[in-house]
C-alpha cells in the first residue's frame, strides 16, 4: 500500500518550520527537512497557516506538476523554495487525500461494515476504507445507503409541501427533511432544481443542460449523495489489498473478548471435572468430604418462615380465628362457567331445535313443511296470466304516422324535383324528419387547474430576487399563498354544475336577452335548454304563448285581424294547381287485404306472439325434417368420406344387364346423397378420417360442391315420396309371396344382419372395407389388431367414465353405504344371538327331558 509523504517535510520545504517544528521534532523526515531549511538564507516571509497547507494538499492530490496558483499563493515561486522556479512534483512524492467518488465495492463493504459494527463505530468503520473518512462513511451512510431513504421520483404532493416549509423555516433542511420524508441533501438539491426551473419558465428561455451538472475535470463537491461508480475491470493493488482486509476483518465475527470468554468457560469447566473425578476416587477409597456449603445471603425458604410473626406468651382469646369452611365447588370453575355460554353454542342449540320441530312438522304435517322449507307458494297461490294495459297508440296508429311523414317527404322531394322553388311551396312541405331544438346542452370543460408548485417556486424567485426597501416604491406582485398550517391547501378539481348554469328562462326566438312577458317558459330554439317536449310549428299554426296577452280584449282583436290577413295573403301566394297525379299501391296491399280482421279492442299478450311465432318455426322445421333422409332424420352416424369406386364402369365388356344397370343407378343416388348430406348436413361427432391414396377418397366441401355441379341433387316432393314408399310396399308383397315367407322376426333379422356383416373386412392398412373371403391371412391379422386396438379404446374410455361415475356414487352414497354396512352388521350380530339362543334353547329343552325322565328314578333309589 502506497504510503502519504510526510507533510512536515512538505512544510519544511515551503519554510514553514515555525509552525510545524513542535510537532515533527524527533522524526527522521523531518531531520532532513530541517538540515535543508537551516542552508536556507532568507527567513519564509509569512507563517505557513492551516489554509496553505490545505491547499498544498488539495493541489498535490490533483496531480499538479507545473506553476499553478490556488487560493492566491504560487507554490513554485521563490516567495516559497527560496530559490529557482522548480516543479513541485518533482521535488515531492504525491499525496493521498481521502474523498472522491465512491465505489460500488466501497459501497458494499460500508454495508457489511455497518451489519457488524453499527452506526456508533465510524471510525472502526472508515479504518477498512482507506480512501474515505469516518465522516465521509456516515455521510454516505445516512445519505445513499440507509434503506429507509426514498429514491423515487418526487411527487406533487411532495414537492408542495417542499417549497411550504421552505418558506415557513427558511435554510432549515435538517428540520424539513424528516417531514418530507427525504434527505436534508433530496430537499436542497430539489429546491434549487424547482426555482431553476421556475427561473427558466419567467426568462422564457429553452431548456438547456442543468448549470450544476458536472463538467469534465470538476470534482463532485458532495460525492455522498450520488450512485456509486462500477468497479474496473482491473483494480490496482491498493484497491485489491483494501478488498481482501476487508474480507477478513468482516469474517472475524469474534472478537478477542468473545475469545477471552469461551477460554474462561473451558478453564471452568476442565477444573469441575477435575473436582468431580477427584471426589468420586475418594469416595471410592472410603473418604468421604462433605461438600462446603455456601451460605446463601438472604432468608433459606427451607429452613425458615418468611416474615414469621411470633404470639406473645400466655392465654388469649382465638375466636376470631376460627372460621366456617365452605364447600368449594370446583365443577363451576372451569373457563367455560366463568365465560358464560358462547354465542355458537347457544346458535347451535336452537339450530339443533329448528331441526327437531321441522322433523316433527315433517311428521305431522307434510305438505305445510315442505312450504316452509321450499318457499314455493304454488300450493296457495296459482300464477295468474300477465295483463299489460292496452297502449295509447297502435301499431296501426304508428303506421299511419310513418306513411304520412313518407308521403309528406316524397311530395317535397317531388316539388324540389320540378324547381318549385317558392316560399309557399317551402312554407307547406317543411321538413319534420329532425328537431333541431332537442339538442342537448354539452357538458363544459373543467376550468384549467394552477400549477401550485410554479406559483410557489415564482414567489420564492420573487422574495429572493427582491430589491432594498430603501429605494421604495411598490411591492413584488407575489401569487396568492396560504399559512394557514404546515402542509399546503390541496386543490380540489370538481366537475361544474350544470343545473346551476342553466339559465332560468329561456329567451325567445327573435328576441335574445330579453325576459318573456307572462312569466311562462318561451318556445325553445335551437342551442338552448328544451324545456318541455317541442311543438315542430313551421306553418305558425299555434299562437306565441310567451308574448299573448288574452285578458287585454283589444290585444285579442289585434292578432285575430293580423292572423286573417296573414292567411289571406297566403293564399294568395299560392302556385296554381295541377291536376296530373298518379297513385301507386304499397307492394304489401293485397296480403293485407287478405289478413283476416282483427278486434282492435283486443291486445294480444307478447309472451303469446312470440309462443306463436316459435310454434310456427317448430312446425317448420319438423317439415323441413321430413324432407330429409332418414339418416339424417334419426340422426344416425354417417361417413365422413365417400367411396365412389363402389361403381362399376360405364364401358364393360361384356355390357350391363338391366338388373346390374338399375343397380348402378342406386348406388349413384345414394353417393349423390351422400356429398349432399355431407356438405348440407354433416355429423359433427364423426371422426374425420385420414385421406386414402384413392380417387375416391379425401373429398372436402368444394369437391361435394363440385360433384353436385355434375350429378345435380334433385329434390322430390311430398307427393312423390308417397308414390315411390307405395311401390315399395308393393314390390315386398310381391317378393314375400314368390318366396313364400311372412313377416321376418327380429331373431331372424338379426341373425341375416350378422351374416351379412360377418362378411365384410376392414383393411386398416388401405383403409377401406372389402368382403373377407377376398382378404388374406396377413389383412385378416391386420384388421382383428385393429379390431382389438379400437376395443381395448373403447374398454379404457368406458373404464374411465364408470370410475368418474363410481368416485361421484360415492361420495353421494357414502353415508348411506357406511350406514348400510353398519345395519347389515348389527342385524348379522342379532342373527347369531338368536342362533345361539336357539341353541341354547335346544339344549335346556333336551336337559329337561333328561331330568323329568331321571327324577322318578332318583326318587326311587333315595326311598
Request: glycine share 6%; charged share 30%; aromatic share 6%.
Amino acid at each position: 500500500m502506497r504510503r502519504a509523504p510526510n507533510l512536515c517535510s512538505i512544510a519544511h520545504a515551503q519554510g514553514a518550520q515555525p509552525l510545524l517544528h513542535r510537532a515533527c521534532a524527533g522524526r527522521p523526515t523531518c531531520s532532513i527537512a530541517h538540515r535543508a531549511c537551516a542552508r536556507t538564507a532568507l527567513p519564509p516571509p509569512r507563517a505557513f497557516t492551516a489554509l496553505r497547507l490545505r491547499t498544498v494538499q488539495a493541489a498535490l492530490a490533483r496531480g499538479w506538476a507545473g506553476p499553478a496558483t490556488a487560493s492566491g499563493f504560487p507554490f513554485a515561486s521563490p516567495l516559497f523554495l527560496r530559490r529557482k522556479s522548480i516543479p513541485f512534483a518533482a521535488k515531492m512524492p504525491r499525496i493521498m487525500i481521502k474523498g472522491g467518488v465512491w465505489r460500488n465495492t466501497e459501497d458494499e463493504i460500508l454495508k457489511a461494515a455497518v451489519m457488524k459494527y453499527g452506526k456508533n463505530q465510524w471510525s472502526r468503520i472508515a479504518s477498512l476504507l482507506h480512501r474515505k473518512s469516518a465522516k465521509q462513511c456516515k455521510a454516505r451512510w445516512y445519505e445513499w445507503l440507509d434503506p429507509s431513504i426514498k429514491k423515487t421520483e418526487w411527487s406533487r404532493e411532495e414537492e408542495e409541501k417542499l417549497l411550504h416549509l421552505a418558506k415557513l423555516m427558511p435554510t432549515q433542511w435538517r428540520t424539513i427533511a424528516p417531514i418530507i420524508g427525504r434527505t436534508a441533501a433530496q430537499c436542497l438539491e430539489h429546491y434549487e432544481f424547482l426555482l431553476d426551473k421556475a427561473a427558466q419558465r419567467d426568462n422564457e428561455e429553452e431548456t438547456a443542460d442543468d448549470p450544476r451538472k458536472l463538467k469534465p475535470g470538476e470534482i463532485d463537491p458532495n460525492p455522498e449523495t450520488k450512485p456509486a461508480r462500477p468497479d474496473p475491470i482491473d483494480m490496482d493493488e491498493d484497491e485489491l489489498e483494501m478488498l481482501s482486509e476487508a474480507r477478513a476483518r468482516l469474517a472475524n465475527t469474534q472478537g478477542k473478548k468473545a475469545k477471552r470468554k469461551a477460554r474462561e468457560k473451558q478453564l471452568e469447566e476442565a477444573r469441575r471435572l477435575a473436582a468431580l473425578q477427584k471426589r468420586r476416587e475418594l469416595r471410592a477409597a472410603g473418604i468421604e468430604i462433605q461438600k462446603k456449603r455456601k451460605k446463601k445471603r438472604g432468608v433459606d425458604y427451607n429452613a425458615e418462615i418468611p416474615f414469621e410473626k411470633k404470639p406473645a406468651p400466655g392465654f388469649y382469646d382465638t375466636s376470631e380465628e376460627n372460621y366456617q369452611i365452605l364447600d368449594a365447588d370446583f365443577r363451576k370453575l372451569r373457563q367455560q362457567d366463568l365465560d358464560g355460554e358462547l354465542r355458537s353454542e347457544r346458535e347451535g342449540r336452537e339450530r339443533k331445535k329448528d331441526k327437531q320441530h321441522m322433523k316433527r312438522k315433517k311428521e305431522s304435517d307434510l305438505p305445510s313443511a315442505i312450504l316452509q322449507t321450499s318457499g314455493v307458494s304454488e300450493f296457495t297461490k296459482k300464477r295468474s296470466k300477465l295483463v299489460l294495459p292496452a297502449p295509447q297508440i297502435s301499431d296501426i296508429e304508428l303506421e299511419e304516422v310513418v306513411k304520412v311523414g313518407q308521403a309528406s317527404e316524397i311530395a317535397r322531394q317531388t316539388a324540389e324535383e320540378s324547381g318549385i322553388t317558392n316560399s309557399a311551396s317551402s312554407t307547406l312541405l317543411s321538413e319534420y324528419s329532425v328537431t333541431n331544438s332537442s339538442i342537448a346542452l354539452r357538458t363544459p370543460k373543467t376550468p384549467a387547474a394552477q400549477d401550485r408548485i410554479l406559483q410557489e417556486a415564482q414567489n420564492l424567485m420573487a422574495l429572493t430576487n427582491v430589491d432594498t426597501p430603501l429605494k421604495g416604491g411598490l411591492n413584488t406582485p407575489l401569487h396568492e399563498s396560504d399559512f394557514s398550517g404546515v402542509t399546503p391547501q390541496r386543490q380540489v378539481v370538481q366537475t361544474p354544475n350544470t343545473v346551476l348554469s342553466t339559465p332560468f328562462r329561456t329567451p325567445s326566438q327573435g328576441q335574445e336577452g330579453l325576459t318573456p312577458r307572462g312569466g311562462l317558459t318561451p318556445k325553445p330554439v335551437a342551442g338552448t335548454t328544451p324545456g318541455r317536449t317541442p311543438l315542430r310549428d313551421k306553418l305558425n299554426i299555434n299562437p306565441e304563448e310567451g308574448m299573448a296577452d288574452y285578458s287585454d280584449p283589444s290585444y285579442a282583436k289585434q292578432m285575430e285581424r293580423e292572423s286573417r290577413e296573414h292567411l289571406r295573403l297566403g293564399l294568395m301566394s299560392l302556385p296554381a294547381p295541377k291536376n296530373d297525379f298518379e297513385i301507386v299501391l304499397p307492394e304489401n296491399a293485397e296480403k293485407e287485404l287478405e289478413e283476416p280482421e282483427v278486434d282492435e279492442a283486443f291486445v294480444e299478450d307478447t309472451a303469446d306472439i312470440e309462443a306463436r311465432k316459435q310454434a310456427l318455426r317448430d312446425a317448420e322445421r319438423a317439415k323441413e325434417l321430413k324432407r330429409m333422409h332418414k339418416a339424417v332424420q334419426k340422426n344416425l352416424p354417417r361417413p365422413s368420406e365417400v367411396n365412389e369406386t363402389v361403381l362399376r364402369p360405364v364401358n364393360v365388356e361384356p355390357p350391363l344387364t338391366d338388373l346390374q344397370r338399375s343397380e348402378e343407378l342406386i348406388k349413384k343416388e345414394m353417393i349423390t346423397m351422400l356429398h349432399f348430406d355431407l356438405l348440407h348436413h354433416p355429423f359433427g361427432e364423426q371422426p374425420t378420417g385420414k385421406k386414402g391414396k384413392g380417387p375416391g377418397f379425401g373429398t372436402n366441401n368444394a369437391e361435394h360442391m363440385a360433384y353436385l355441379e355434375q350429378n345435380p341433387y334433385e329434390k322430390f316432393s311430398k307427393e312423390d315420396l308417397k308414390k315411390a314408399q307405395d311401390l315399395l310396399a308393393q314390390e315386398m308383397e310381391v317378393v314375400k309371396q314368390g318366396m313364400g315367407h311372412g313377416e321376418l322376426s327380429s331373431e331372424a333379422y338379426n341373425q341375416v344382419w350378422e351374416e351379412c356383416y360377418s362378411q365384410v373386412l376392414y383393411l386398416p392398412g388401405q383403409s377401406r372395407y372389402t368382403r373377407a373371403n377376398l382378404a388374406s391371412k396377413k389383412d385378416r391379422i391386420e384388421s382383428l389388431e385393429k379390431r382389438l386396438e379400437i376395443n381395448r379404446g373403447h374398454m379404457t374410455t368406458e373404464a374411465k367414465r364408470a370410475a368418474k361415475m363410481e368416485k361421484k356414487l360415492k361420495i353421494l352414497l357414502g353415508g348411506y353405504q357406511s350406514r348400510a354396512m353398519g345395519l347389515i352388521k348389527q342385524l348379522n350380530d342379532l342373527w347369531d344371538q338368536i342362533e345361539q339362543a336357539h341353541l341354547e334353547l335346544r339344549t335346556f329343552e333336551e336337559l329337561k327331558k333328561h331330568e323329568d325322565a331321571a327324577i322318578p328314578r332318583r326318587l326311587e333309589i333315595c326311598r
